[in-house]
């Protein structure tokens, strides 16, 4: 499995900045496909999960500002973030999850500026 995730930089607070995680090594039609992130000091958490069916889970801070999506033909995962805040600054991870393993990409930084 590898997982390749790109697409973070600097943004300022309010803008915008779109994630793309390129998938290979496993049967991405069925594959259920998410994005975790990771700020300083501070624990891994999940920003949101999309299964093969397309159903989504966010958590509260990110619903209504953060797109999760997926193109099985080119398997992409995409993560459209919007409204960007200073706690969103953090290292995004593309996870691919089976039932008794996560497994994890490099990592991309997002930084929002004030």
Excluded: H
């Excluded at 973070?8 to 496993?26: I, P």
């Amino acid at each position: 499995v590898q997982l390749q995730a790109s697409g973070g930089g600097l943004v300022q607070a309010g803008g915008s900045l779109r994630l793309s995680c390129a998938a290979s090594g496993m049967s991405f039609r069925f594959a259920i496909m998410g994005w975790y992130r990771q700020a300083p000091g501070k624990e891994r958490e999940l920003v949101a999960v999309i299964d093969s069916g397309g159903a989504i889970n966010y958590p509260d801070y990110v619903k209504g500002r953060f797109t999760i999506s997926r193109d099985s033909a080119k398997m992409m995962v995409y993560l459209q973030m919007n409204n960007l805040k200073p706690d969103d600054t953090a290292v995004y991870y593309c996870i691919y999850r089976e039932p008794d393993e996560d497994y994890w990409g490099q990592g991309t930084q997002v930084t929002v500026s004030s």
